[in-house]
C-alpha cells in the first residue's frame, strides 16, 4: 500500500498496548516526537478493553502489541474495529504468529526505526476500518 505523507500525525491521540517497559518509552518518545498524544501505554489486555469502552474516550489510532503479559491482543483489535478506531499490529514474531485474519493490516514489526513507525501509523489512519 502507498502510504500518503499528507496525513498528519499531529495532535492524534495514540493509544499504546505494551507490555515491554522499554519498548512502551521508546514508543512514547517516537510518538512524541511525530507530535502525537499518548494515551497509556498500558501493559495488560483487561486495562487495554476498560480503556478504550469508557464513555467519551477518543482514541484516533492504536498499536497493540500482539503479545501482551501471554494474551493475545486480538480482541482488544475486535473492540477497536467495532468502534471504527485504526490500529497497528506490533510484533516481533512471523507471520505465524499473527491471526490469518489480522496478516493484512498495517504491522509493525521488532525492532523499528522512527521512519517505520510513521509510515505504519499514516497506514493505518489511512484505511477504513471494517469488521
Known amino acids: ?10 495532535g492524534r491521540r495514540v493509544l499504546v498496548v ?3 517497559a522499554l ?6 518518545d517516537m ?3 511525530l507530535g502525537c498524544e499518548v494515551l497509556g501505554p498500558l501493559m495488560r489486555i483487561d486495562d487495554a478493553m476498560a480503556f478504550i469502552m469508557e464513555p ?3 482514541i484516533d489510532v492504536a498499536i497493540l502489541d500482539v503479545n501482551v503479559a501471554g494474551e ?13 478506531v485504526p490500529f497497528v499490529l506490533s510484533t516481533g514474531y512471523d507471520d505465524a504468529g ?12 521488532k525492532p523499528f ?11 493505518a489512519i489511512g484505511r477504513t476500518p471494517t469488521l
Open 1 to 10: 500500500m502507498t502510504v500518503s505523507p499528507s496525513i498528519p500525525l499531529t
Open 18 to 20: 505494551e507490555d515491554e
Open 23 to 28: 519498548v512502551s518509552m521508546l514508543l512514547e
Open 31 to 33: 510518538l512524541g516526537d
Open 56 to 58: 467519551g474516550v477518543r
Open 72 to 84: 493475545r491482543s486480538f480482541g482488544v483489535a475486535e473492540a477497536l474495529l467495532a468502534q471504527g
Open 98 to 109: 499473527i491471526d490469518e485474519r489480522w496478516r493484512e493490516g498495517p504491522i509493525l514489526r
Open 113 to 123: 526505526l522512527a521512519s517505520q513507525l510513521e509510515s505504519v501509523l499514516r497506514e
